[in-house]
């Protein structure tokens, strides 16, 4: 009963841990390989930029929709009724990866989780 126990915390434990992973942390381990890994990993990017030094910046974004919030009949007291109109719900994030001319990613920078 005991390794039970201790195979669901570790399994557990695992799970913690994993979530806690940071953009930050995830795009600094492409730091230093080439750009082909990353595309071959991630796909294409959704445009290219020049990084003014002779490279390219790959831009990975979208638009992550967490759905919409329903409208609302509110009604004011005094016999009145107001309505609010469905709202989308959401943002927009990008991932930019830095790659020198030889094809090395050698920096990156996000924006929104």
């Not at 195979?7 to 942390?25: E, N």
Request: proline share 4%; with cysteine; net charge positive.
């Amino acid at each position: 009963m005991k390794i039970i126990r201790h195979i669901i915390f570790a399994v557990a434990l695992v799970f913690a841990v994993a979530g806690c992973v940071s953009p930050s942390q995830t795009m600094q381990t492409w730091v230093g390989h080439h750009q082909s890994e990353l595309i071959a990993s991630w796909g294409p990017p959704q445009s290219t930029a020049s990084d003014g030094a002779g490279g390219t910046i790959l831009i990975y974004g979208g638009y992550v929709n967490l759905g919409q919030q329903p409208g609302q009949i509110v009604n004011n007291g005094y016999g009145n009724y107001s309505y609010t109109a469905p709202q989308q719900q959401g943002y927009s994030r990008s991932r930019m990866f830095y790659v020198n001319s030889s094809g090395i990613i050698y920096s990156w920078r996000w924006q929104g989780l």
